[in-house]
């Protein structure tokens, strides 16, 4: 039963980080739609996130960080970047920041 708490929890939150998603988007990046390829990828990086913090993996975030900006250099050569890039750091540090908050909750709850 807790175990369903838990993915509660998630799902309410997931729900609650498109909607800042959707805000940064549109202040700094003048789009307001985010896709369900963009959504569906960010909820499995926060999946990989947690489960490595859960596993007590810290070195994760530097292969995340690793993975992210080298996904991430394809996009220098445009000219006006700076509200894109603003979007891409911000977003990244929520998403961790979640997977981070994630790991806490499955601790609290007793999960390890």
């Known amino acids: 039963m807790i175990f369903a708490y838990y993915f509660g929890i998630l799902f309410l939150w997931e729900l609650w980080l498109i909607f800042i998603f959707r805000l940064l988007a549109r202040f700094f990046h003048q789009e307001m739609e985010i896709s369900l390829r963009a959504f569906v990828k960010g909820l499995v ?21 690793a993975l992210k900006l080298g996904t991430r250099l394809k996009h220098q050569e445009q000219l006006d970047n700076t509200g894109f890039n603003d979007f891409y750091l911000i977003g990244n540090l929520i998403s961790v920041a979640s997977a981070m908050a994630y790991t806490w909750l499955f601790q609290f709850m007793g999960f390890k």
């Open 45 to 65: 990086e926060r999946g990989f996130l947690t489960f490595a913090l859960v596993l007590e993996y810290s070195q994760a975030l530097t292969l995340f960080g």
